[in-house]
């Protein structure tokens, strides 16, 4: 019986997860935003370097995002952040797909 897939399409493997969240996007489109509980603080996911799941293995996962906070005046700062930092003072508000 012949299959009408190519030599590649029989080889290869199945995909792994993919990270839907791995691109950089600008401030005002970012992944998520999420709020400390006091609304002071604000964190805007700009990129994630891993999957979900590889997330919840890794204590030292991080996101690069954009953070406003009383010591920045009104506007952002950039860089990584732990993600176990995020969610233990903040709460998630927004999603952007």
């Given at each position: 019986m012949k299959t009408n897939k190519t030599k590649t399409e029989q080889t290869t493997t199945p995909l792994r997860n993919k990270n839907e969240c791995g691109k950089t996007r600008k401030q005002n489109n970012p992944y998520e935003i999420?709020?400390?509980?006091d609304g002071t603080w604000e964190w805007r996911v700009l990129k994630k370097y891993q999957t979900p799941?590889?997330?919840?293995?890794?204590?030292?996962?991080?996101?690069?995002c954009a953070v406003k906070s009383p010591m920045t005046y009104g506007g952002y700062d950039l860089g990584d952040v732990y993600l176990k930092d995020i969610k233990e003072y903040a709460v998630k508000v927004e999603r952007h797909d």
């Open positions: 999420w709020k400390s509980f799941k590889n997330e919840a293995d890794n204590p030292y996962a991080r996101w690069f």
